[in-house]
């Protein structure tokens, strides 16, 4: 991504584990960024929680948020326009074909 867009700075956050604090990451970052484009979360957990946040202030269809994996919980955000897209890592699959490999 740096290569590829070097004019776009990007911030980490790794509060996976604890989703207040999370929340108050990325109210943050909201407030903060004016210019702030988009989301990326890595899992089902942060994906809900980043969707959340963003909706409360209004911030839906305004930044682009991908998120990770696939369910059920996540169809409202993508019926308002919060979320975008969503990388489905197919756990099944990856162990399947791991196994296969060994």
């Known amino acids: 991504m740096s290569e590829l867009k070097s004019e776009l700075d990007i911030f980490e956050c790794y509060e996976f584990d604890?989703?207040?604090?999370?929340?108050?990451?990325?109210?943050t970052y909201l407030e903060s960024f004016a210019d702030l484009r988009g989301v990326y979360c890595n899992s089902i957990r942060n994906?809900?929680?980043a969707c959340e946040t963003i909706r409360e202030p209004g911030?839906?269809?305004?930044?682009?948020?991908?998120?990770?994996d696939v369910h059920s919980e996540m169809l409202p955000y993508f019926e308002d326009n919060t979320l975008n897209a969503t990388i489905f890592q197919n756990p099944w699959q990856q162990a399947g074909k791991s196994l296969w490999n060994l």
């Open 18 to 27: 604890d989703p207040a604090r999370l929340k108050k990451h990325i109210k």
């Open 47 to 49: 994906t809900l929680t």
């Open 59 to 68: 911030f839906s269809g305004k930044l682009k948020v991908i998120g990770s």
